[in-house]
């Protein structure tokens, strides 16, 4: 399980969101649109995922 990865995209504008969502994509290491973070699969980053979900694409 440690040693599982998933990769997060950012596929909408961060512009006109809550503060502490743009934050959440910050800390997913997400910087402008396209940008991509290749993460653990930990229950912290799937929480942060399931919080900004709309903004963002994440596979395997």
Known sequence: ???KKIKV???KS???TKQDH???VRGL???RLNSSAVLEDTPAVRGMIRKV???VKCEG
């Open 29 to 31: 290491g997400l910087r």
């Open 22 to 24: 743009r934050a959440t």
């Open 53 to 55: 979900a709309y903004l």
């Open 9 to 11: 995209t950012l596929v």
């Open 1 to 3: 399980m440690a040693d």
């Open 14 to 16: 961060v512009i006109g």
